[in-house]
Structure formats: C-alpha cells, structure tokens
C-alpha cells in the first residue's frame, strides 16, 4: 500500500465517522447530528473533491438549515400553541440541559417539567396552563427529533448517492 492510499483511506474514515456519529448524534443528546454531517461532508468534499458532487453538498447544507429551524423552532412552536409564554419557553430549554445529562426520556422529561415550573412559579400561571405548556414542550421537542432525525437520513442518503456515481464514474471496470 502506498502513502497516497493510507491517507486517502484516513480521509474517507474520518468523514464517515463524523458522517455516521451524525446521524447517531440526530437523536441521542450532547451530539450535534447534523452538524457533524454537514462537517464530514464538507470534509470529504475539501479532502476528496472528485469523490462528492457541489450539487449534493448544496442540498446537504440546505438539510442542515431545515434541521436546525427545525430544532428551534418546533419547541418554541410546540410550547406556544400549548399556550406557553416566554417562561415556559425558557423553563423547557434549561429543563432539557438538565436531562440532556442524563438519557432521551430524561431530555424529554426535562423539558416537559422545566416549562411547567416556570410557567407555574416565574409565570405565575395556574396548574393547568403550565401543564398545558409543559406538554406543549414535550411534544415540540419531539417533533424536533423526528424533523432532525429525518434531515439526517436525508442527508445521507444525498452523500451516498453523490459518492456513489462519483465512484462508478471513476471506476477502471
């Protein structure tokens, strides 16, 4: 084996294990999913630039927008509609930094709790508004998952198919 492949096989590695932590990373906590997608991408395509497509890494980008308004946007929404206000979308972030520590039903929980405490302490809102905005929280924060998780499979399946025909394209057979 020459030094030319032992480093191309280090760089392929190393952009599929940021690929692959990614997707691991789209719904266990302390790991930013698409992120580190994005990352091994960019990577790969910096490294490697014959092996993915410029169209496939403008869609994969595209991907992580979605996926981080996603992740905003679905808690804030999820806590509003529940009819939460500005402490219990407070309270549902600091509670799901407390779970993040812990496990998913633990970031989920943490989340749910959070906003009803703030909601009901700081809010000074009755025992129904704050569960109310507690379960608004929740259910936001699981419709994040979901929309992270499937960007992410997104994602990759738009890496896989780029690196794919770049691959069968180059092929000697």
Do not use: N
């Not at 280090?10 to 698409?34: K, R």
């Not at 992120?35 to 991907?63: C, E, H, N, S, Y």
């Not at 508004?129 to 992270?148: D, M, N, Y």
């Amino acid at each position: 084996m020459r030094c030319h492949d032992a480093v191309e096989i280090l760089y392929w590695s190393i952009a599929l294990l940021l690929i692959l932590t990614g997707l691991v990373g789209s719904f266990v906590p302390l790991l930013p999913g698409t992120t580190l997608i994005m990352a091994g991408a960019l990577l790969q395509k910096w490294l490697l630039p014959d092996t993915l497509g410029w169209t496939a890494v403008g869609w994969i980008i595209a991907f992580w927008v979605v996926s981080v308004l996603a992740d905003i946007g679905c808690t804030v929404l999820g806590t509003k509609l529940f009819g939460g206000g500005k402490w219990g979308m407070a309270g549902a972030s600091g509670g799901a930094l407390a779970g993040m520590f812990f496990s998913l039903p633990a970031l989920v929980l943490g989340s749910m709790f959070g906003a009803i405490l703030a909601e009901k302490w700081l809010g000074k809102r009755t025992t129904d508004e704050s569960l109310r905005a507690g379960a608004g929280a929740a259910v936001g924060f699981l419709l994040s998952t979901i929309a992270k998780l499937a960007c992410a499979l997104a994602m990759i399946a738009l890496y896989a198919a780029s690196v794919w025909s770049a691959l069968r394209v180059s092929a000697p057979w």
